[in-house]
T-cell receptor, first 118, second 112 residues
Framework: QKEVEQDPGPLSVPEGAIVSLNCTYS??????FMWYRQYSRKGPELLMY????GNKEDGRFTAQVDKSSKYISLFIRDSQPSDSATYLC??????????????????FGKGTHLIIQP | NAGVTQTPKFQVLKTGQSMTLQCAQD?????MSWYRQDPGMGLRLIHY???????DQGEVPNGYNVSRSTTEDFPLRLLSAAPSQTSVYFC???????????FGSGTRLTVV
């Protein structure tokens, strides 16, 4: 079982709708959570990062983490056709640099393909 | 400010050939990593480095080598290319992992 799970979709919604994208994770040590957006044939770009539980808002985007249920969400308000992309969630257990115990890297979900219909 | 630069963007190799994928960043990031992205598999960590002279293996290191002689550069070497290494390769760097990565635009590699 992959440590971070996402429904691959596609998720298709009409323009202007509120979009809810979700991930679950299994590693209780994960403390840092991120959302990336990836357009076709491009590299992922960081949308938001959060630490531990709670909400974080940035414009039309809200990231939510519920550590008790190991659930990560990204909400997009007033969705636009330009939001059509694959959204990747990612997690990490340690925010500090290498200390001999292994820093590893971010663990990514497989991504959810989102389509916003004009 | 160029960010993370990957070269080449596309490459076709024959089975058994070797090559080096280049990655350079100009943000003075200590942490750099290589991922491969395959349909249905997501992003998987190949190797990473936390500074010049320090590298370590990720989830799928077999068939790949890395070295880090400078802060800016982190090349990925394919020793003897195999069709299973056909993939899109991304280089990423970070000041600290809690702030996430900056990714390059990727190298699309096909091994025939």
């Amino acid at each position: 079982q992959k440590e971070v799970e996402q429904d691959p979709g596609p998720l298709s919604v009409p323009e202007g709708a509120i979009v809810s994208l979700n991930c679950t994770y299994s590693n209780s040590a994960f403390q840092y959570f991120m959302w990336y957006r990836q357009y076709s044939r491009k590299g992922p770009e960081l949308l938001m990062y959060t630490y531990s539980s709670g909400n974080k808002e940035d414009g039309r985007f809200t990231a939510q983490v519920d550590k008790s249920s190991k659930y990560i969400s990204l909400f997009i308000r007033d969705s636009q056709p330009s939001d059509s992309a694959t959204y990747l969630c990612a997690s990490h257990s340690a925010g500090r640099m290498y200390s001999g115990g292994g820093a590893d890297g971010l663990t990514f979900g497989k991504g959810t393909h989102l389509i916003i219909q004009p | 400010n160029a960010g993370v630069t990957q070269t080449p963007k596309f490459q076709v190799l024959k089975t058994g050939q070797s090559m080096t994928l280049q990655c350079a960043q100009d943000m003075n990031h200590e942490y750099m990593s290589w991922y491969r992205q395959d349909p249905g598999m997501g992003l998987r960590l190949i190797h990473y480095s936390v500074g010049a002279g320090i590298t370590d293996q990720g989830e799928v290191p077999n068939g790949y080598n890395v070295s880090r002689s400078t802060t800016e550069d982190f090349p990925l070497r394919l020793l003897s290319a195999a069709p299973s290494q056909t993939s899109v390769y991304f280089c990423a760097s970070s000041y600290q992992l809690l702030y996430g990565y900056t990714f390059g635009s990727g190298t699309r590699l096909t091994v025939v």
